[in-house]
């Protein structure tokens, strides 16, 4: 029991640490505690032609060592077809094929994707009310539903494999990250509509600030921490190409499957309970450009407790 208690307190001490870390909508170089258990639910919820869209998010992540931390994560969503309709592509009158829009269309909630990845912690420098610390981490993959806009990502919509570099500095109660990655999809095929979707790469950078307004100073560790963020979150990526058949169609001018970037500002409040319970309230504002596989506002909600094993 001892022992116990004293770990408790060094896991404590150190989530208290770095509490301006814990970014809601990007990572950190940091990981949680070796022997210590994360449990994340993740929520996205918007209104698209008067249908609520939401998608879910369940993750755990589990500190391997110092240095090494594992995640794995499960994704539901109404974001998509179960299978592409018959009336997905058409032809028009020379026999060209053609996507056929219906921004009207409800989807049921369905099981998307089961995703897995790691981060490795390789620089840590301390300092007094200071550190500078890097990481790299990557994730695999694996979607069932068929996505059709050209921005991908590592959530749920694709098959796809990704890695990139962390950096997280520390300033007294302010944190500053930046990111850097690339997403490496893989086609999505439906044989009974002899459809493929063919994605091409993307590129992700964000840039993250934290601090923390309170407390001011620790009295103990069940003091709820409360965390300010502004989190730029940008992207560029590919258009996508449909076959069906062996035939081209043809996506016209919509921009959502076309080439794209976009730079979206996501402010965010957060608690800290206790040390282990997590609360993160956030939204979505565009301002450069904008994403086209999600309406705005966006509201995001997370929820997450460590376990002390």
Avoid at 80 to 97: F, G, S, T, V
């Amino acid at each position: 029991m001892k022992n116990k208690i004293i770990l408790f307190s060094i896991i404590s001490f150190a989530f208290h640490s770095y509490a301006q870390e814990l970014y809601p909508n990007s990572e950190p170089a940091s990981i949680i505690p070796k022997h210590a258990l994360g449990v994340r639910l993740m929520n996205e919820a918007y209104v698209s032609s008067n249908n609520f869209k939401s998608w879910h998010g369940a993750m755990i992540m589990f500190g391997v060592s110092p240095k090494w931390m594992l995640n794995a994560m499960v994704t539901a969503s109404n974001h998509h077809y179960k299978m592409l309709p018959e009336n997905y592509i058409q032809k028009d009158a020379n026999e060209m094929q053609y996507i056929k829009q219906d921004l009207s269309q409800s989807y049921s909630y369905l099981f998307e994707s089961v995703n897995f990845g790691f981060r490795y912690r390789f620089l840590n420098r301390d300092g007094d009310h200071k550190h500078l610390r890097m990481a790299l981490y990557s994730n695999g993959v694996y979607s069932i539903r068929p996505h059709d806009e050209a921005e991908i990502t590592l959530m749920g919509n694709n098959k796809a494999v990704g890695g990139g570099l962390i950096t997280t500095i520390l300033l007294n109660k302010l944190a500053i990250s930046v990111s850097g990655g690339i997403i490496k999809p893989f086609s999505h095929k439906e044989n009974s509509s002899r459809t493929i979707f063919n994605y091409g790469n993307a590129y992700n950078y964000n840039l993250s600030f934290g601090y923390l307004v309170f407390p001011v100073k620790y009295k103990n560790f069940k003091q709820t921490n409360l965390n300010l963020y502004a989190e730029f979150m940008g992207k560029s990526y590919s258009a996508i190409d449909i076959t069906k058949a062996g035939q081209v169609v043809s996506t016209g001018n919509e921009k959502a499957y076309k080439d794209g970037n976009f730079l979206e500002l996501r402010p965010a409040l957060q608690f800290i309970i206790k040390s282990n319970l997590r609360i993160d309230c956030s939204t979505a504002i565009p301002i450069v450009n904008r994403s086209y596989i999600r309406n705005y506002p966006v509201y995001l909600l997370n929820i997450q407790y460590y376990f002390f094993l």
